[in-house]
C-alpha cells in the first residue's frame, strides 16, 4: 500500500487541462522533493517532473508541477492523445528511510 | 549518454532462486545510487531498494527487506537483484533505475527496459 495517494483516474478532451493530485504526509511529501514520472504500457518509466517543478530537457512546457505542504500536484495543459498513461508522483520518505511512489493515475484524453 | 541494460526475461518455479541484472554504461557507476522498482500485473510502482555502488550503502523498502537482496559489482558496472526462495507473487516487471544525482533521496532519471520475472508451478 502507497503512502501518497492519487485519483485513479482522470480524462479531458484534446487541448484541455487536466489536473492530478497527490496526497502525502509531512515525512515525504512535507519535507522532501516531489517527482513525478510517465509510464506508457509496454515501456520503461519516464521522469516528467523533478524537485517539484524541474522540468528535464525534453520534456514540453506543457507539463508543470507544484507543491504545497502535504500535497503536490501535476498539470498537463494542451491535452494531446499522446499524453494517454499513467502519471505516479515520487518522493522521499523520511519514516521509512526510503523512496516512495504514488498509487498512480491513468490519464485518458477523451 | 547513460544506458541501463537489464537480462532477459525468466520463468521460474516457487522455491527456485534468481539473480537479475542491470548493466550500467555512459556514467561514472560508482557515484550514483541505482536501484530496482517492482510492477505486479495490473498494478502501480512500487520503489524497492538502492545502493551506492561506491560503498555498497543500501537502503531498502521495509515490504521487500528479507525478502530479496541488492547488490553490484563495481568492476563491471552492475547491479543485481536476487532471490533466494522465489513466491508466485514475486510474478512481475522489474525495472532498474539510476538516480539523477548523488543524493540518496534523489530521483530516478535513467531506466532500463525491465525484466519480467514470471514465477508458476
Known amino acids: 500500500q502507497s503512502v501518497l495517494t492519487q485519483p485513479p483516474s482522470a480524462s479531458e478532451t484534446p487541448g484541455q487541462r487536466v489536473t492530478i493530485s497527490c496526497s502525502g504526509s509531512?515525512?515525504?511529501?512535507?519535507?522532501?522533493?516531489v517527482h513525478w514520472y510517465q509510464h506508457l504500457p509496454g515501456t520503461a518509466p519516464k521522469l516528467l517532473i523533478y524537485?517539484?517543478?524541474q522540468r528535464p530537457s525534453g520534456v514540453p512546457d506543457r507539463f508543470s508541477g507544484s507543491k504545497s505542504g502535504t500535497s503536490a500536484s501535476l498539470a498537463i495543459s494542451g491535452l494531446r492523445s499522446e499524453d494517454e498513461a499513467d502519471y505516479y508522483c515520487?518522493?522521499?520518505?523520511?519514516?521509512?528511510?526510503?523512496?516512495?511512489f504514488g498509487t498512480g493515475t491513468k490519464v485518458t484524453v477523451l | 549518454e547513460v544506458q541501463l541494460v537489464q537480462s532477459g526475461a525468466e520463468v521460474k518455479k516457487p522455491g527456485e532462486s534468481l539473480k537479475i541484472s542491470c548493466e550500467a554504461s555512459g556514467y561514472s557507476f560508482i557515484n550514483y545510487w541505482i536501484g530496482w522498482v517492482r510492477q505486479m500485473p495490473g498494478k502501480g510502482l512500487e520503489w524497492m531498494v538502492i545502493?551506492?555502488?561506491?560503498?555498497?550503502?543500501?537502503r531498502y523498502n521495509p515490504s521487500f527487506q528479507g525478502q530479496v537482496t541488492i547488490s553490484a559489482d563495481k568492476s563491471i558496472s552492475t547491479a543485481y537483484l536476487q532471490w533466494n526462495s522465489l513466491k508466485a507473487s514475486d510474478t512481475a516487471m522489474y525495472y532498474c533505475?539510476?538516480?539523477?544525482?548523488?543524493?540518496?533521496?534523489?530521483?530516478?532519471?535513467?531506466w532500463g527496459q525491465g525484466t519480467l520475472v514470471t514465477v508458476s508451478s
Open positions: 509531512s515525512s515525504n511529501i512535507g519535507s522532501n522533493y
Open positions: 524537485r517539484n517543478n
Open positions: 533505475a539510476r538516480h539523477g544525482s548523488s543524493s540518496v533521496r534523489s530521483y530516478f532519471n535513467s
Open positions: 545502493i551506492y555502488p561506491g560503498d555498497s550503502d543500501t
Open positions: 515520487a518522493a522521499w520518505d523520511d519514516s521509512l528511510s526510503g523512496g516512495v
